[in-house]
T-cell receptor, first 113, second 115 residues
Framework: SQQGEEDPQALSIQEGENATMNCSYK?????LQWYRQNSGRGLVHLIL?????REKHSGRLRVTLDTSKKSSSLLITASRAADTASYFC?????????????FGRGTQLTVWP | DAGVIQSPRHEVTEMGQEVTLRCKPI?????LFWYRQTMMRGLELLIY????????DSGMPEDRFSAKMPNASFSTLKIQPSEPRDSAVYFC?????????????FGQGTRLTVV
């Protein structure tokens, strides 16, 4: 399967703590993206990191990419109860049609107030 | 722009009935994707279009599933006849690849229940 795999499947933390989610994939990529899904809603794009980038920040989000290990991590700092959601990584694979994304199974994050 | 619009939001139907799901992509986007999400299988790509032309339908599970995109602002996913195992949330997403950015914009989904 070309799908990415998130780890852990579920994560439960207290407000104020940092949350780290990992993603592993199998192929060469153009870029890797992280999405968020609130219960009962569609996926929302959070951040995109290109294959030639190693780290990217957006507000409380920090994404790293290690193409040699075919892995990425998403760090949410100072988490809030509103961050409770499922988080998915998606890869835009170099060998596939441009725009075709491969999604992982997601990490369910629960942030307790 | 209002984003990707899907209808209906919820659909409950009896086994054997025809179901049609609708999607209006973001104006100007050149790619449209149909996904299915279940607890067991996660997010599966069913089919996608580029400039209204189907590019890859290898994810369509069976001949009971069909999708069309008659114009740049409308797409349908049809299941005929429907079966209980088709119950899932179906998402439509669109992207503007022309800018080189492959960020996908998702609709709110249609929750389909086949009884």
């Amino acid at each position: 399967s070309q799908q990415g795999e998130e780890d852990p499947q579920a994560l439960s933390i207290q407000e104020g703590e940092n949350a780290t989610m990992n993603c592993s994939y199998k192929t060469s990529i153009n870029n890797l993206q992280w999405y968020r899904q609130n219960s009962g809603r569609g996926l929302v794009h959070l951040i995109l990191i290109r294959s030639n980038e190693r780290e990217k920040h957006s507000g409380r989000l920090r994404v790293t990419l290690d193409t040699s290990k075919k892995s990425s991590s998403l760090l949410i700092t100072a988490s809030r109860a509103a961050d409770t959601a499922s988080y998915f990584c998606a890869t835009d694979d170099r060998g596939s049609t441009l725009g075709r994304l491969y999604f992982g199974r997601g990490t369910q994050l629960t942030v307790w107030p | 722009d209002a984003g990707v619009i899907q209808s209906p939001r919820h659909e409950v139907t009896e086994m054997g009935q025809e179901v049609t799901l609708r999607c209006k992509p973001i104006s100007g986007h050149d790619y449209l994707f149909w996904y299915r999400q279940t607890m067991m299988r996660g997010l599966e790509l069913l089919i996608y279009f580029n400039n209204n032309v189907p590019i890859d339908d290898s994810g369509m599970p069976e001949d009971r599933f069909s999708a069309k995109m008659p114009n740049a602002s409308f797409s349908t996913l049809k299941i005929q006849p429907s079966e209980p195992r088709d119950s899932a949330v179906y998402f439509c997403a669109s992207t503007l690849i022309g800018t080189g950015n492959t960020e996908a914009f998702f609709g709110q989904g249609t929750r389909l229940t086949v009884v």
